[in-house]
């Protein structure tokens, strides 16, 4: 054998491989979310679901054959009337009517098992490649789909998953077709099913998350293959910055070695630090994760206050050229949790203020735009929020990406419980994917899981599951939040208690001194935004439990709607014990508890407790589902945001048919005193005690109301409340985020007075290049239609409720675009 003639093939052949790589070099991450067709299937009948799981639906021997014409072949024939155009995000049950006998969790949507045929979606997408792209590695990737998914490439199964809320990512590369011509023409066919919920809340259904295709080198960095954390010095001083990464090769030989770089960049847009590390010879279908460390000086830490943000650029180079080059945003921090003072972040004390959410919205469900998500986060955070507890499962990218811009830290959750592949699959993905994000001080097993709570079991199960947790991510603790069951927080880092009329949480203190533990739900005790009395509902008791003189109840032959449970204890016991105002003195004057998260930020569609339809929605929220707010923002408002004045005043003096009344008039303030008039008589002057509110009992008349807040004996703000005439008029109120645009209506009368109680209809017309995402009005009894027909409607109807209403646009291209509402 001639070794130098070998040798000398083995350069070229490594020469060829490096030049080949190079040229393809360019990291492309595509969206994939427009241009796609739906058409509902049907569950309950094959041959109706477009032969799925029928003869002509063998996916696994017919896929390619002459004999299968289904939905995943390109020679299938879409019927226009059945098949519609949608763009991704789109949450099939949206579109869904009401109706009493539907699931009372997922907010009486006609969808899931009792509803066969409009519990299925099929997607379809078509797509050309160039031949420029020949050699390259591809991937598909969708970030959530809704629920038990089956995706298909040009005829072939390429994977299933049962989880909604678990990204899945599929190699297609060795299925594709290059080139233009009809021949050559891609098909994605993905078919979700929604019959079986994966919680008790709205789940939406469909591909309700972003969707993309990533071209890259067949030497890549893996999806969620980096991760950057940091050591930072005692000092604050300075942070050792690591960079963990994950190479694999895909060519269909081996490489000889590689190199990477990883070029730290401030949020300035400065480089600060280059590290390199060389990685061995990799055999084709190969992994190598490799670590490297570098030190950065005077470091800009990311905080609630400051959220700092760098980048981490890394390039894999073979034989000195570039195969693939990724960026990594993250932030670096110092989370320090302690079992006498609570939680400190960068060396200071700060207090979980947070919110606990479900993942929709009014008029778009499940499938919340980008834009939407930074509206959301901006309305909790204007009260003075500081964290966010993802409920009950992983969240979307997008919007760690606002919680990491905005400053909230952020408990994100896994959502079952249990050691098998499936569950822990989804939490590891989870992990993997959301690591990098600086806002995620804390890692979640699960939510109430009732059935191991109180078991011994739950001990191992939550320390094995834990330490899954820790293998993928040794920088976070790891909670579960609990009901009440004792056992299951002997096996987590911290103890996450929900609600304090649940827990023996000072008796748990003495019992385990050494125990980290925060508030991970408390009750809001809120109700539908401005309703303040009782549409004398008949009453009888859902359940009983012996062992607690707390009830459940359920109220029938209500319009769907009932008062602030704050205000009004009358209703059932557990309303009166789980106030907004006790949980957060009880969190605020325990220093070892790290805060708390409110039961919940928004409204949301589903669990209307404690009313029966046609209540439709949840009536927990601070603010409503539209992001409107109700009273109790302004009383955390007043203690969560102490720079700010807050002093509000409830209800409002519209009340019309309760004149002569008593009326129970509170002020939410972080005032000292607080004076009021009543029709310009002086009811006194009160000292606000600290995170309470003050009452007044005054009888009802026509008119005007007026606080008047006093700071250290000085007059520093006035609210004044009057009673109003009807409705004339509509303001509409515009704000954009990036391609969704926010337009919420009050209604006004002929003096420009906002009117709390009209409940009018309106006409909205747009012009441009935007569309009607959808709309809503806060009502817990929604039951409308939620947004056009078809997608390019100009004209769409929407009723205010309680004088507000709001409707989302989406921009189709840049160009100037209208909106106009007119009162019927």
């Known amino acids: 054998m001639n070794i130098k003639r070998v040798l000398a093939m083995a350069a070229v052949f490594a020469f060829t491989v490096a030049f080949s790589l190079g040229a393809n070099a360019q990291r492309e991450r595509i969206s994939f979310d427009k241009g796609w067709r739906f058409a509902f299937g049907d569950a309950s009948d094959p041959m109706k679901d477009f032969g799925c799981g029928t003869e002509y639906f063998n996916y696994f021997t017919k896929a390619n054959s002459i004999h299968n014409a289904g939905p995943y072949t390109v020679k299938f024939r879409e019927d226009s009337a059945q098949w519609r155009t949608v763009d991704l995000p789109y949450d099939f049950v949206v579109d869904l009517p009401f109706a009493e006998e539907a699931s009372y969790s997922h907010g009486h949507k006609t969808v899931g098992w009792k509803y066969p045929k409009s519990s299925v979606g099929w997607y379809r997408k078509t797509f050309h490649l160039p031949e420029s792209d020949r050699g390259k590695h591809v991937r598909l990737q969708f970030d959530g789909i809704f629920r038990n998914a089956q995706v298909w490439v040009n005829g072939v199964l390429v994977g299933t998953e049962p989880s909604g809320y678990k990204q899945q990512d599929y190699d297609i590369t060795d299925y594709l077709l290059y080139g233009n011509g009809a021949d050559r023409t891609n098909l994605v066919c993905v078919r979700a099913d929604a019959t079986f919920e994966e919680g008790w809340f709205y789940e939406g259904g469909g591909i309700y998350r972003h969707t993309w295709l990533v071209k ?42 590689y190199t990477l770089e990883h070029e730290i960049i401030a949020p300035n847009g400065n480089t600060v630090a280059i590290s390199r590390v060389a990685g061995k010879a990799l055999r084709s279908r190969e992994s190598e994760t490799t670590t490297t460390s570098t030190l950065i000086t005077n470091p800009q830490l990311w905080s609630t206050d400051t959220p700092y943000l760098y980048k981490v650029r ?79 499962n992983p969240m979307t990218s997008e919007l760690l990406d606002v919680c990491d811009s905005l400053g909230i830290l952020v408990f994100e959750e896994n959502r079952l419980m249990g050691m098998n592949d499936f569950q822990m699959s989804v939490g590891l993905n989870m992990i993997r994917r959301h690591r990098n994000h600086p806002s995620i001080f804390l890692w979640g097993l699960c939510n109430e899981e009732w059935g191991l709570e109180w078991d011994e079991r739950s001990i191992n199960i939550a320390k094995n599951m834990m330490e899954q947790f820790h293998l993928a991510d040794p920088t976070r603790l790891v909670s579960c939040a609990s009901s009440s069951g004792p056992q299951i927080l002997k096996g ?333």
């Open 314 to 392: 890394t390039k894999v180079l073979v034989r000195g050229n570039i195969v693939d080059s990724y960026i990594t945003r993250t932030g670096f921090r110092n989370i320090r949790m302690d079992k006498d003072k609570g939680l400190f972040l960068n060396g200071k004390h700060v207090k979980l203020k947070g919110f606990n959410n479900h993942q929709d919205h009014a008029g778009v469900g499940a499938a919340i735009p980008d834009g939407l998500q930074l509206y959301r986060m901006e309305q909790l955070k204007s009260i003075g929020c500081n964290a966010y507890r993802a409920s009950h």
């Open 492 to 824: 987590v880092d911290v103890a996450g208690y929900n609600y304090v009329t649940q827990h023996p949480i000072d008796e748990h203190r003495r019992n385990y001194p050494q125990r980290l533990a925060l508030g991970s739900e408390e009750t809001s005790g809120c109700g539908t935004r401005g309703v303040y009395f009782h549409e004398k509902p008949t009453l009888f008791k859902k359940q009983k439990d012996k062992d607690n003189e707390d009830a459940m109840f359920v109220y029938a032959n209500s319009q769907g709607r009932m008062p602030s449970r704050n205000r009004y204890a009358d209703l059932d016991h557990d309303s009166c014990m789980n106030r907004i105002e006790r949980g957060w003195k009880f969190y605020d004057e325990r220093p070892w508890l790290m805060g708390l998260f409110y039961w919940t930020g928004f409204d949301y569609r589903g669990e209307p407790v404690p009313l029966a339809y046609p209540a439709t929605g949840s009536l927990f929220g601070v603010f409503d589902y539209c992001g409107f707010p109700k009273d109790e923002a302004y009383y955390l408002k007043s203690w969560w945001k102490p720079e700010e004045t807050t002093l509000h005043i409830l209800p409002h003096w519209n009340l019309q048919g309760h004149e002569g009344e008593t009326i129970d008039l509170w002020v939410y303030s972080n005032c000292d005193e607080v004076e009021l008039r009543v029709n310009g008589k002086k009811m006194g002057k009160k000292t606000m005690p600290r995170n309470g509110h003050l009452s007044w009992q005054v009888a009802y008349q026509p008119g005007t109301v007026e606080a008047v807040g006093y700071k250290n004996g000085k007059k520093t703000a006035t609210r004044r409340i009057e009673t109003t005439g009807k409705a004339v008029q509509a303001k509409v109120e515009k704000k954009q985020y990036g391609d969704v645009t926010v337009v919420n209506i009050s209604m006004l009368d002929k003096k420009g007075r906002f009117v709390p109680t009209a409940c009018e209809t309106l006409n909205a017309t747009i012009t441009g290049n935007t569309r009607f995402l959808g709309w809503g009005n806060g009502d817990s009894a929604f039951t409308d239609t939620e947004r056009p027909s078809t997608p390019d409607a100009r004209h769409m109807q929407v009723k205010t409720f309680n004088g507000l209403a709001q409707i989302i646009l989406q921009s189709k291209d840049a160009g100037p675009f209208g909106i106009t509402v007119k009162m019927q």
């Open 216 to 257: 890259s080198s067949p030497v890549h960095i893996t999806t969620g293959g980096t991760f950057v954390y940091s050591d930072i010095a005692n000092d604050f001083k300075s942070a050792k910055v690591y960079v963990e990464t994950e190479i694999r090769n895909d060519l269909f030989t081996t490489l000889d070695g």
